[in-house]
C-alpha cells in the first residue's frame, strides 16, 4: 500500500516520444482488488500508459507507485518488479518457438529460478484452469487466436503477479473469440486482481471496472464509475467519443 | 579434341591422382571444419556485440561495425598474405610453419565479417514485441536474448548460413597460396610431374560432391519452411 491508500498511484505522469507528449499530467489511482477501465480511441495514450506502469517505456517527469514502491525512481529492479506486474499484449506475443508449456514456464524457471518440475506443474494447474492443459505441448500457431490469448494472460499470470495490464487484449480477436477471452478476465476480477484495461468493449467494461478514465491526446479527461462516464459523460469529448463507437458497434 | 579429353580426363590419370588429390582435400576439409566453428562462435559474438543498445555500448558497436567493414572489404588472398606476414613476426606462438593455423585464422577472420551480417540480420528479423513480451515477463535482456531471441533468429538464418558454408568451403582452395599443402596444390604438385591436368579436375570434383549435399540440404530447409509459413498464413 502507498502512502494515499492505493495500490497504483500515478502523479503528474510525462511522456514523450520526441517533441511528441503523448501523456500530459496524467494522475491515476488505483485500489487494491479494484479494476480500472481506460477507454479512448487508438494513440490516446492507453497502451503507453500500461507500458509506463510496466517500465517497459520511461516516463519523462511525475512518478508511479506500485504496491508502496517508487517504481520511477532510481535503484529500482526492473526484473523483480515486472514479476509481479504482469502484462498482456493486443498481439498475444507468444513465443512461436517454444510450445504452450514452455511459454508459461519460461518466466518462472528463468527469471524466478523455480524448478522446472515445479514450474511445470503449476502452468498445467493454471492450463487445466482455462481448459487448455491438452494443449500444453502445441506450438501457439496450431491455436485460435482466443486460445492463443488465454494463454498469453497464464503465461502472465504465471509468475504471481499482483496487478496485471491489459493492452486491448481482445482487439486483434474475431468476434466470437472475444467471449472466451473476457470470461477469463472476468474471473480474474472475481478472484480480486487489480487490474488496468485498456479496452473498447463498453459493455465489459461496464461490467467489471469499479472506475472507467476516458483518455483523449494523452489526457485524462473524465473519471469516474462507469455508469457516470458511459451512461452520463459530461465532457463533451467523452460523448462524441462513446457515440462514435456506438455507431461503430451498429455498423 | 583429343588433346583436350587427355589433358583432363584422361583415366589412367584420375587413378593415379586420385590418391594424391585425396589427401590434400582431407586438409581442405580440416581447415573447413575448424574455421567453421570458430566462425560459428565468433560471428554470433559480434552480431550480439552489435546489438547492444544504449549509449554505453557505441564504442563496442562501432569496433564491431570497424571490424566488419575491414574484412568484408578486404579480398581473402590479401587476408590470407597479411596473416602469413604477421606470422613471420613469431607473435603468440604464430610463425610461417604454422600452415594450418595460419589459414584457419585469415579465413576465420574474413567469414566471420561476412556470417556476423547473416546473424545480425536474424536478430533484427525478430520482432521488438518479442524481446518486449519476454521482457514485461521480468526476464532480464540477456534472458530475453538467449531463450527468446537468438533460437528464432538462427532458426531463420540457416539457410544463408549453410550459403556462406559453401563459400567458405570453396575457398579453402585458396590457402594453397600460403604454403599448405591442400588439394589444389597437390594437383599442381601431379601436373607439374605429368604434364597432365587431370588431377585438378579430380579436386574439382571433390569440391563440388561435398558441396551438392549442402546445396540440397538447403534447398531442403528453404522449402520447409515456406510450407510452415504458408501454413500459418492460412
Not at chain 1, 239 to 244: D, E, P, T
Request: glycine share 8%; net charge neutral.
Amino acid at each position: 500500500m502507498s502512502a494515499n491508500g492505493h495500490f497504483v498511484s500515478l502523479q503528474s505522469v510525462t511522456k514523450r516520444f520526441g517533441d511528441l507528449e503523448v501523456l500530459h499530467d496524467i494522475n491515476l489511482d488505483v485500489a487494491e482488488h479494484n479494476v480500472v477501465c481506460l477507454i479512448g480511441a487508438s494513440g490516446s495514450g492507453k497502451s503507453t500508459l500500461l507500458r509506463c506502469i510496466n517500465l517497459l517505456e520511461q516516463i519523462d517527469g511525475g512518478s508511479i507507485v506500485v504496491d508502496g514502491q517508487t517504481i520511477t525512481g532510481t535503484k529500482v529492479d526492473v526484473n523483480q518488479l515486472r514479476q509481479k506486474i504482469g502484462i498482456v499484449f493486443q498481439a498475444y506475443n507468444l513465443f512461436p518457438h517454444m510450445t504452450v508449456l514452455q511459454n508459461v514456464t519460461l518466466a518462472p524457471r528463468k527469471a524466478l529460478g523455480i524448478s522446472r518440475a515445479k514450474a511445470e506443474s503449476h502452468a498445467r494447474a493454471l492450463l487445466r484452469q482455462i481448459g487448455l492443459e491438452e494443449k500444453a505441448h502445441e506450438f501457439p500457431d496450431r491455436l485460435s487466436g482466443g486460445q492463443q490469448q488465454r494463454v498469453a494472460i497464464v503465461r502472465a499470470l504465471a509468475t504471481g503477479p499482483k496487478l496485471m495490464l491489459l493492452d486491448e487484449i481482445t482487439s486483434a480477436l474475431d468476434p466470437q473469440l472475444i467471449g472466451e477471452v473476457l470470461e477469463l478476465v472476468r474471473e480474474l476480477a472475481k478472484s480480486g486482481m487489480t487490474m488496468i484495461i485498456a479496452t473498447h468493449e463498453m459493455s465489459f467494461a461496464r461490467e467489471v471496472a469499479n472506475k472507467v478514465c476516458f483518455l483523449d491526446a494523452g489526457v485524462i479527461h473524465e473519471e469516474g464509475t462507469p455508469e457516470e462516464i458511459l451512461s452520463a459523460p459530461r465532457e463533451e469529448r467523452t460523448r462524441q467519443f462513446l457515440a462514435r463507437v456506438l455507431e461503430g458497434g451498429r455498423l | 579434341m583429343g588433346q583436350f579429353l587427355h589433358t583432363f580426363f584422361s583415366p589412367l590419370d584420375f587413378l593415379r591422382a586420385t590418391p594424391q588429390i585425396w589427401n590434400g582435400f582431407q586438409v581442405n576439409l580440416e581447415v573447413m571444419v575448424v574455421a567453421e566453428a570458430f566462425v560459428l562462435v565468433l560471428a554470433l559474438l559480434l552480431a550480439i556485440v552489435r546489438g547492444l543498445p544504449g549509449r554505453a555500448a557505441a564504442p563496442l558497436r562501432g569496433a564491431a561495425i570497424l571490424y566488419t567493414d575491414i574484412f568484408r572489404g578486404t579480398p581473402l588472398v590479401l587476408v590470407l598474405y597479411i596473416v602469413l606476414g604477421f606470422a613471420t613476426l613469431n607473435y603468440v606462438g604464430l610463425s610461417a610453419e604454422t600452415l594450418f593455423t595460419n589459414a584457419v585464422i585469415a579465413l576465420t577472420l574474413v567469414y566471420t565479417a561476412y556470417v556476423t551480417e547473416v546473424y545480425r540480420a536474424g536478430i533484427e528479423s525478430v520482432h521488438p514485441s518479442q524481446r518486449m513480451a519476454a521482457r514485461s515477463l521480468g526476464l532480464s535482456y540477456w534472458q530475453s536474448l538467449r531463450y527468446v531471441v537468438l533460437p528464432q533468429a538462427i532458426r531463420r538464418v540457416v539457410p544463408p548460413l549453410l550459403n556462406d558454408f559453401i563459400g567458405l568451403q570453396k575457398d579453402t582452395a585458396l590457402i594453397s597460396i600460403i604454403g599448405v599443402t591442400e588439394s589444389v596444390t597437390q594437383a599442381n604438385i601431379y601436373s607439374s610431374n605429368y604434364f597432365n591436368y587431370a588431377g585438378h579436375t579430380v579436386a574439382a570434383v571433390f569440391f563440388i560432391f561435398l558441396t551438392i549435399p549442402l546445396a540440397r540440404f538447403t534447398d531442403h530447409i528453404i522449402r520447409q519452411r515456406e510450407r510452415r509459413e504458408r501454413a500459418q498464413a492460412f
